[in-house]
C-alpha cells in the first residue's frame, strides 16, 4: 500500500521544550488518519513540520514516497492542501470572492468556483455578497476546504476542524470528509482532542503525548480493544468451558481462572439455557466494555508509568 506521508524520527524543539520528540509515523493512501492528543502535546508543530511552515531540528519525512530533499518535497506538497488551526479565509469578502482570490493564486479557472462550492454545500453562497465574517463557525470550515480542494489536493490536513462547531456544523463537517474520501479518494490527517466524534470517521489512529507517538492503530483494531467482555464464573470453570465452546463453537472465547470471557455481542439468554441445560452452577456475570476513552487514557497512562 503506498504511503502519503511517513515521517522518520521528527524532532521540533522551542527552547528547552521538546515539542516533538522522535515521531515515526505512518500514512497510507486512502487513509482518515485520527491524529489524537491533548492540547500542546505536538500535533500541531508536527502538521507545521510536514505543510513547511517550520523546520525540524533532525529527522525527516517522505511525501508520496519522495524523500526529504528541499526541491523534491516543495514540489511534493503541491500534492497537500491544509488547514492549520483556523481557515485562511478574507473575513470581508464573500465566498464567491475568497475562492476568486485563490483561483489566481493557484491559476485556475474561475469556473471551477461554482462545482467547488456545490461540493462543499455553499452553492447557495454563490450570488450572496454575505461576508466570511458573517459565516457561521461551520461555514467558515466547509470554505476553507473549498479552498483547498482548488489546489487538487490527493492529501488533506485538518487541523482541529471541529473545534467550536455546534452539533449540526459537526455533522455536516463530518459528512463532507467522508464523502471527499470515497469520491475523490483525498487521504486525511485529522488532529484532535475529541476522541468519539474521530471515531465516526477514522480508519487510522496516532497517539500522542508530549511530543511523542506512542501508539499508531488501525480502526478495526482499536474496535477490536474496546470491544464488549461479558465474564461467566463458575464452581467448576472446565465444564463452563466446555459447555460454551460445544454449543456456540463460533464465540470468541478466552479462558478465565474462574471461568470464561466472551467478547463481542452475544446471545445472553441462548447461552444461560445452555449452560443451565449442564447443570452448572454460576456464581457470576460480569459484563463490560472499555470505551475509545478509556483506551486512549490506557494508552497515555501506560507511557507515564512506563
Not at 149 to 159: S, V
Not at 199 to 206: D, E, F, M, R
Not at 209 to 222: C, F, H, M, N, V
Not at 275 to 282: G, M, Q, T, Y
Amino acid at each position: 500500500m503506498e504511503n502519503v506521508l511517513t515521517t522518520y524520527q521528527l524532532k521540533k524543539r522551542y527552547g528547552k521544550h521538546m515539542a516533538v520528540n522522535g515521531v515515526d509515523m505512518h500514512i497510507n493512501r486512502g487513509d482518515i488518519y485520527g491524529f489524537v492528543g491533548e492540547n500542546g502535546s505536538g500535533k500541531t508543530t508536527i502538521i507545521r513540520l510536514i505543510t513547511g511552515l517550520i523546520f525540524p531540528q533532525s529527522g525527516s519525512f517522505e511525501l508520496f514516497g519522495i524523500k526529504n530533499t528541499e526541491k523534491a518535497i516543495n514540489e511534493a506538497r503541491r500534492g497537500i492542501g491544509a488547514i492549520v488551526e483556523n481557515p485562511s479565509i478574507y473575513l470581508n469578502m464573500s465566498a464567491y470572492d475568497n475562492l476568486k482570490q485563490q483561483c489566481i493564486l493557484l491559476g485556475k479557472d474561475e469556473k471551477q468556483i461554482l462545482p467547488t462550492l456545490k461540493e462543499v454545500g455553499l452553492e447557495n453562497l454563490y450570488y450572496e455578497k454575505k461576508k466570511a465574517g458573517d459565516f457561521s463557525l461551520g461555514m467558515r470550515q466547509r470554505l476553507g476546504i473549498a479552498m483547498a480542494l482548488l489546489g487538487e489536493p490527493e492529501f488533506l490536513i485538518l487541523d482541529e476542524p471541529m473545534n467550536g462547531l455546534d452539533p449540526a456544523g459537526i455533522v455536516g463537517i463530518r459528512e463532507l470528509i467522508l464523502r471527499l474520501n470515497r469520491e475523490r479518494g483525498i487521504t486525511f490527517l485529522i488532529s484532535s482532542h475529541i476522541l468519539t466524534e474521530l471515531s465516526l470517521v477514522a480508519t487510522k489512529y496516532g497517539i500522542i503525548s508530549k511530543g511523542r507517538l506512542l501508539k499508531e492503530i488501525t480502526a478495526e483494531q482499536l474496535h477490536q480493544e474496546c470491544t464488549k467482555t461479558t465474564t461467566f464464573s463458575a464452581a467448576d470453570p472446565n465444564a463452563l468451558a466446555e459447555c460454551i465452546r460445544s454449543a456456540f463453537p463460533e464465540s470468541v472465547m478466552k479462558r478465565t481462572n474462574e471461568g470464561v470471557s466472551l467478547l463481542g455481542d452475544i446471545d445472553l439468554n441462548s447461552i444461560l439455557t445452555a449452560i443451565l441445560a449442564e447443570n452448572i452452577k454460576l456464581l457470576s456475570i460480569n459484563c463490560s466494555q472499555t470505551s475509545i476513552e478509556e483506551y486512549y487514557l490506557s494508552v497515555i497512562g501506560g507511557a507515564r508509568n512506563g
